[in-house]
């Protein structure tokens, strides 16, 4: 038993209870507003009244019932801690298999350290939401290239989706048919034993999910023979939640900007555990291309996800609008596929953007660079990213980025000096900017420059193995 209690023991609390039973966990029992369900219990645990928590100790209250917002409110008049209330489907999962892993922990086996671990590990990687057209995908893939170049065994650990693919064979693939296997117990426990078929291991966790759970549970099982690099991708509150509150099996959490260290940080992550990504970008010392002179069209490149979700892909054809109204001649290059792509382009027709809007589809990752090279401004209207890969590729291309100030904006981008930040979601600061870049293109060049300066500055002396094998070994003999 656990001491948590879920409030509401209505249909939602019996699930949530159903739900934990599976892992053979039980909650310290029931909170109800119902004045005539005080003092009886459902399946043998006992309901009290909300007052009871004001002399109980508790780690957490789970909110399990449909009036999530009046219930959070009445538990902060009792005196509830904001971190100690539980709402929302993925929180609410995320914290009842941190208990079912103690338990399975607990439980489970555990191996004698060996002390030539480090010589056979295998690196296993979490692409939890398929082998996708992302960044996330395609960052893991040039991962796997590097650690098997330097001569470590690997594994990609994926799910069966419809979504387009793009499937890299530099390790072998086990993917985790979840058709087959609806209960969240059957699918982190089918986890859980492809892992322990490939001890040693350091898994390497992308995603807050099914995979990172069973990560952390065969962590718990068998803590001489697993790590765990869990890296923030994205700047987004279940990533720090889960995170934070799985914290003591993870050995190092990988931020990719300076904000999402700070927001780690302040939801209780142990400042030891940090460690630190930055993008590996081909950059040459000296920067050959040309940029569009006063009088030529602008040239204006997008690549990533053609999704609204995130990347607000919508926008676009707004933009070319704004921009058509203000009389500039210019091309827009959209490169990526997504699930908005054929709205995407019935956009364009409705609106008789084809000759401003050119949707280029997928490019292979060898074809960025010249892509970049073609372009004189990125443009990026996200409303939340961890540190854009794209955004380092064009600025190492001599693209000027015009970007929203999401996280890792501002890691690459001085403000007026290689490229211009502006507000998420202000389309006319976009516009803006981009019209200053039209009619200074001297400045354009110049900022072009200093964009590729900067990447160069940081890629020069990185050297990638070298900080991937310290860290591997690091990991092993703490």
Not at 41 to 49: F, N
Not at 137 to 145: I, K, M, N, R
Not at 199 to 219: H, K, S, V
Not at 404 to 413: F, I
């Amino acid at each position: 038993m656990c001491r948590i209690y879920f409030f509401g023991a209505g249909r939602k609390g019996r699930y949530w209870l159903s739900y934990l039973k599976n892992f053979g966990v039980l909650p310290a029992g029931f909170i109800d507003n119902n004045k005539d369900l005080y003092g009886s219990t459902y399946e043998d645990l006992p309901i009290y009244s909300p007052d009871s928590l004001k002399t109980c100790a508790f780690e957490f209250v789970v909110i399990t019932c449909n009036d999530e917002e009046r219930i959070y409110q009445q538990l902060l008049e009792l005196g509830v801690e904001k971190r100690k209330i539980i709402v929302g489907l993925h929180s609410i999962r995320s914290h009842l298999l941190y208990y079912a892993a103690a338990a399975q922990s607990a439980a489970g086996r555990t191996a004698a350290k060996d002390e030539n671990i480090c010589s056979n590990i295998k690196i296993l990687f979490d692409l939890q939401n398929g082998m996708v057209l992302g960044g996330v995908e395609a960052w893991s893939y040039e991962l796997a290239g590097q650690l098997k170049m330097q001569g470590f065994q690997g594994m990609y650990l994926t799910i069966d989706t419809a979504l387009p693919v793009c499937v890299d064979e530099t390790y072998p693939i086990h993917a985790f048919q979840y058709k087959e296997y609806g209960k969240d117990f059957d699918r982190i426990q089918q986890c859980v034993h492809v892992i322990t078929q490939n001890l040693p291991c350091t898994i390497i966790c992308n995603f807050p999910q099914y995979i990172f759970w069973a990560a952390c549970t065969a962590r718990g099982m068998y803590p001489d023979q697993v790590r765990i690099l869990s890296v923030l991708h994205n700047d987004d509150q279940t990533y720090y939640e889960a995170y934070s509150l799985w914290q003591k099996y993870i050995d190092k959490c990988m931020v990719i900007s300076s904000r999402m260290e700070e927001k780690i940080l302040s939801y209780g992550m142990d400042k030891k555990r940090i460690g630190h990504i930055s993008w590996q970008t081909t950059c040459s010392a000296d920067i050959e291309r040309t940029w569009n002179k006063e009088g030529d069209p602008l040239r204006i490149g997008y690549a990533g996800r053609m999704t609204v979700t995130q990347k607000r892909a919508d926008l676009f054809p707004v933009l070319a609008a704004k921009m058509k109204e203000r009389n500039l001649c210019f091309h827009m290059n959209l490169a990526g596929v997504g699930e908005y792509s054929k709205t995407l382009q019935r956009q364009m027709e409705e609106e008789n953007l084809q000759n401003e809007i050119v949707l280029v589809g997928y490019l292979d990752r060898q074809d960025i660079p010249h892509f970049w090279r073609k372009q004189d401004i990125m443009i990026s209207c996200s409303e939340w990213e961890g540190h854009s890969i794209s955004q380092s590729e064009a600025m190492a291309a001599g693209a000027v980025p015009v970007i929203t100030d999401v996280s890792g904006a501002r890691d690459d981008v001085t403000d007026g000096y290689n490229g211009f930040v502006v507000p998420v979601g202000d389309m006319d600061a976009l516009v803006d900017r981009i019209c200053y870049l039209y009619h200074h293109r001297d400045e354009l060049e110049r900022m072009g420059k200093r964009a590729h300066d900067t990447i160069y500055a940081r890629q020069k002396d990185r050297n990638q193995a070298a900080y991937w094998d310290k860290l591997l070994k690091e990991v092993w003999e703490s």
